[in-house]
T-cell receptor, first 115, second 111 residues
């Protein structure tokens, strides 16, 4: 059973461009979380999605950031008009739907560098 | 904000047991203790979790005090590859409850 997959692993963008980060959850997992780790800082929650629904986006910056998890395909974290402060590692985690309890499993992350 | 307190760093000799403490004095009755680790900016790796009983799996053991105000993660035979940042997190084990990461403990395993 393959783990959580994220691509690209590294992404370089110039200021003002768009960044699209993809996350494929583990097989059978229908819950996805996105976290961000700024340089020399801890991991911070951004958004929680189920298939076709954003459940909690309390950690998302108010502007330029959006996330989706369509019925088919990976979850996408989209950053429009990137700025240097967006440079960070973005991690996706998934969890199975198996009743009430759940554990999150993380992918390898996407390192975004904004020039 | 993180509801746990961990020492910022620890050293351990290769082959010896690594005992990582965590204080969570305000833990609620329905909150679990989770441990994750992050090896050199890789994705966080789930290690173990528990509610009140001690737990063991192929990676580690988790010892939770009877009052549940503190716990210890034990790596029985640390190797160089166990060098990582270890995070102790308390959370209700339900969907949608985000993980709140603190600074963690940097464990350095030395030969």
């Amino acid at each position: 059973n393959a783990g959580v997959m994220q691509n690209p692993r590294h992404l370089v963008r110039r200021r003002g461009q768009e960044a699209r980060l993809r996350c494929s959850p583990m097989k059978g997992h229908s819950h996805v979380y996105w976290y961000r780790q700024l340089p020399e800082e801890g991991l911070k929650f951004m958004v929680y999605l189920q298939k076709e629904n954003i459940i909690d986006e309390s950690g998302m910056p108010k502007e330029r950031f959006s996330a989706e998890f369509p019925k088919e395909g990976p979850s996408i974290l989209r950053i429009q008009q990137v700025v240097r402060g967006d440079s960070a590692a973005y991690f996706c985690a998934s969890s199975p739907f198996s009743g009430k309890e759940e554990t999150q499993y993380f992918g390898p992350g996407t390192r975004l560098l904004v020039l | 904000d993180a509801k746990t307190t961990q020492p910022p760093s620890m050293d351990c000799a290769e082959g010896r047991a690594a005992n990582l403490p965590c204080n969570h004095s305000t833990i609620s009755g329905n909150e679990y203790v989770y441990w994750y680790r992050q090896i050199h900016s890789q994705g966080p790796q789930y290690i173990i979790h528990g509610l009140k009983n001690n737990e063991t799996n192929e990676m580690a053991s988790l010892i939770i005090t009877e009052d549940r105000k503190s716990s210890t993660l034990i790596l029985p035979h640390a190797t160089l590859r166990d060098t990582a940042v270890y995070y102790c997190i308390v959370r209700v084990r339900e969907y949608g409850n985000k993980l709140v990461f603190g600074a963690g403990t940097i464990l350095r395993v030395k030969s």
